[in-house]
């Protein structure tokens, strides 16, 4: 199988896989690496495309730097798979900040290129 599809819950805020009849729907897009790259805590040593962990973990707060800092984070967790061959390019476009009393949040799009195809846009973010 290839990566499960993903979908944004709403009601949550928490990403989740798509089923269809009790059964993961496949995505060929690399969003299930890239997900696993920007939110899960880091792996262990020998996992094939390691993980730094969650972007959330490193931008528990914002600052002036944020937005410059956070791109080159984004991009950075991207380069396993910008040396896999899995992505041809990625690119950090958009980050946005937003601070309400209950929390904060950072969103932000990923342009980025599979092999062979057209260039594709990701909206994510990240929140408290």
Known sequence: MANPLMELNVATGHYRTVLRDGNP???????YELL??????AGWAME????????????????????????D????????????????SA???SVREVAERAGSAIFFNLLYKQ??????????????
């Open 91 to 93: 690119e950090c476009t």
């Open 36 to 41: 696993s790259l920007f939110y899960e805590a």
């Open 25 to 31: 729907v496949e995505d060929d897009s690399p969003a």
């Open 48 to 71: 094939e495309t390691p993980r730094e962990g969650s972007l959330l973990d490193e931008f528990p707060e914002s600052s002036a730097n944020t937005p410059s800092q956070f791109k």
């Open 115 to 128: 092999p062979g195809q057209r260039e594709r846009t990701a909206q994510l973010g990240i929140g408290t």
């Open 73 to 88: 984070a984004v991009e950075r967790r991207c380069q396993p798979l910008l040396d896999n061959g899995t992505l041809v």
